[in-house]
């Protein structure tokens, strides 16, 4: 890590707070995302010279402690587009969210390095530059917006600017279920079809609309409804054991609405009450499967990342 000038630096340590977040939510197919109660921590110490990396918690074992690290890279962005940056870096990642898991862990990577970058330097981007870049990194700006804003976000670009409605929406609680199931975003993207009937279309569309009225009313009664999907979800659930089963299974069991939780593994489950049932009887579809999983349940988060 070459050094530039270090008179641009305001502050010489910073730590910020980032919300896991689910994506789509079921029709709203990269444009819809949702911010919830588990997040990861990560710290920026400036030093004399060199990058120092030590990952906690989730990925502890697989993420990388050298240029590679995608906090790091994504803090590197900023600086080459500001030109400035530390002489070196001491950088404590204390992860929450399981990495692969169709709960935003590379957006919460990507936005906490910027957010640590750009709060040492003094903030030269405002909010809108920051989730540009974090954007431009990411490839897509559902996840990355409802981590920064908090609570549900509807994202998209006109041309080469990101537009962003940040809804206010009532407390809520889902349950999530992660699958010991390994599902690369790539080859989740790559079981979709480039075309689509255009029924599917008006499909999605209408019920994107219902969606959001449901989730800003709380009309846990719509949800059921408002979250069908035709343009990702059947397609994914061919590739992921289980995931019928444990659809079916919430909704028996009290879901309001299930969906898959960004590309998945992890599936979210809607619910008034019965949490925990819900929970259960969303593990069992996927053990019938032969799956093991891991499960949650979370609130939403409403307020804006910490920097």
């Not at 709960?103 to 540009?132: C, H, K, Q, R, Y």
């Not at 609570?151 to 537009?163: A, E, H, P």
């Not at 939403?300 to 990342?305: E, R, T």
Request: glycine share 10%; charged share 15%; hydrophobic share 45%.
């Amino acid at each position: 890590m070459s050094p530039l000038r270090f008179n641009y630096l305001m502050v010489s340590s910073t730590t910020n707070t980032v919300p896991a977040t689910t994506a789509n939510l079921g029709p709203g197919f990269d444009c819809l995302g949702l911010a919830l109660d588990m997040t990861n921590q990560v710290t920026f110490n400036v030093i004399g010279a060199g990058l120092f990396i030590e990952v906690q918690g989730e990925g502890a074992e697989s993420i990388p402690t050298d240029e590679t690290n995608l906090v790091f890279k994504s803090a590197e962005r900023l600086f080459e587009q500001v030109g400035h940056r530390p002489p070196g870096l001491q950088i404590v990642q204390n992860n929450q969210i399981p990495i692969s898991s169709g709960l935003g862990s590379s957006a919460a990577a990507v936005l906490s390095g910027i957010l640590a970058a750009n709060t040492l330097l003094g903030f030269p981007l405002n909010d809108g530059e920051v989730l540009t870049l974090a954007t431009e990194i990411e490839g897509h700006p559902d996840n990355v917006t409802s981590a920064f804003y908090g609570g549900l976000t509807l994202s998209m670009f006109n041309g080469d600017d990101l537009i962003v409605e940040h809804i206010l929406v009532p407390d809520m609680t889902v349950v999530v279920v992660l699958p010991a199931f390994d599902l690369p975003t790539i080859e989740a993207r790559a079981a979709l079809p480039e075309l689509v009937p255009l029924s599917d279309a008006i499909f999605n569309a209408s019920r994107v609309g219902l969606l959001v009225r449901a989730l800003e009313a709380g009309d846990y009664g719509r949800l059921r409804f408002a979250m069908q999907d035709r343009l990702h979800q059947p397609y994914r659930m061919m590739l992921i054991p289980g995931m019928e089963a444990a659809f079916k299974r919430a909704l028996e069991a009290g879901a309001a609405g299930v969906a898959l939780s960004g590309a998945g593994p992890s599936l979210i489950a809607f619910a008034p009450d019965r949490h925990e049932a819900i929970e259960q009887a969303m593990k069992k579809g996927f053990a019938a499967a032969g799956l093991e999983s891991r499960s949650w349940i979370l609130p939403i988060v409403q307020k804006k990342s910490s920097q």
